[in-house]
Structure formats: C-alpha cells, structure tokens
Nanobody, 122 residues
C-alpha cells in the first residue's frame, strides 16, 4: 500500500503564505500524477492543482498566479506553495496521488492523505 502524509497547514492572515508538503511512503512501485484538493465547510471537495510525473501542471482559475505546485520525485513528495492567501482559501487540503504499489496485480489506484487545515483569517 501507499500512504500519504500532509504537513504545513495552519492559521495565516490574508495576504500571507503557507507551504504544504505531502510525502508518499510504503511499498511504492511508481507514482504518476499528484495533486491537491480542498474542501471548505458545507462545500464539495474541489480540485486545486495537479502535477504529472513530467512536471506538467494545471490549476483551478481561482488560484492561478498565487499557488505553485511542485514535486521531488526522489523524495516522493509534492509541495504546494500558497501566496497571497484569501479567506476563501480556507479549507481542509487533501493530497492525492495516482500510484502503483508493489504486489500482484500491479494496478494503479488513487490514494489520499488525511488532510491538513488551512485557515486564512485576520
């Protein structure tokens, strides 16, 4: 199996910055796309950003120019640099990975972290 552990959330004032990290561990055969989702209270989970194994990235319009996703394949880690944070960015942020674990059958599947809270408030 593959485990994802996020870190870096917290409370920040509007206009501030945070950097989230998500480390994958376990019996990893390969990791494809990774990404970040978020879920605000009373709202559905939404895709924020993704990054492929070739470092191609995509962002939801609301975070373009403010958030940057990156990954370190040697460390099986994905990062989310969040700048110019707004109160509407407040949410539980989840890490996602499309990965394949060692074993039979060797089939890729989706893995999720437990979430890290980001609160933007003065």
């Amino acid at each position: 199996q593959v485990q994802l552990v996020e870190s870096g959330g917290g409370l920040v004032q509007p206009g501030g910055s945070l950097r989230l990290s998500c480390a994958a561990s376990g019996s990893i055969f390969s990791i494809g796309a990774m990404g970040w989702y978020r879920q605000a209270p009373g709202k559905q989970r939404e895709l924020v950003t993704t990054i492929t194994s070739n470092d191609d990235t995509a962002y939801v319009n609301s975070v373009k120019g403010r958030f940057t996703i990156s990954r370190d394949n040697a460390k099986n880690t994905v990062y989310l640099q969040m700048n110019s944070l707004k109160p509407e960015d407040t949410a539980l942020y989840y890490c996602h990975a499309h990965a394949t674990a060692w074993g039979i059958p060797r089939v890729p599947r989706d893995y999720w972290g437990q979430g890290t809270q980001v609160t933007v408030s003065s």
